[in-house]
């Protein structure tokens, strides 16, 4: 049987963002990107966290970027989680 990457996203507070927001991921230890991008499809910011514990709460700033929605993509190998969050 094939071991395949298991991880979830369990939150992503605030939403609305002003200058940053949280993720509780659970999973593996493995290397986790995350992506936003604004709502014509352009990356806005790219974020890698390395070896996360099980169970970890991280942040990702968002200074910078215009209001507006957004489309949050977490990815780990080849599974992938997409949220829409606002930024104000």
């Known amino acids: 049987m094939k071991n395949e990457t298991q991880f979830e996203i369990k939150e992503i507070i605030p939403d609305p ?3 940053c927001f949280s ?3 659970s999973g593996n230890d493995k290397e986790l990107s ?3 991008y604004n709502i014509y499809g352009q990356l806005m910011k790219k974020e890698e966290f390395n070896e996360l514990p099980p169970f970890a709460r991280r942040n990702v700033n968002i200074n910078g ?3 507006g929605d957004y489309f949050v993509k977490f ?3 080849r ?3 997409t949220y829409k ?3 104000c």
């Open 85 to 87: 969050i606002h930024i």
């Open 23 to 25: 993720f509780t991921y």
């Open 79 to 81: 599974k992938q989680y």
């Open 65 to 67: 970027l215009s209001e």
């Open 75 to 77: 990815l780990q190998e």
């Open 17 to 19: 963002a002003a200058e």
């Open 34 to 36: 995350v992506f936003l």
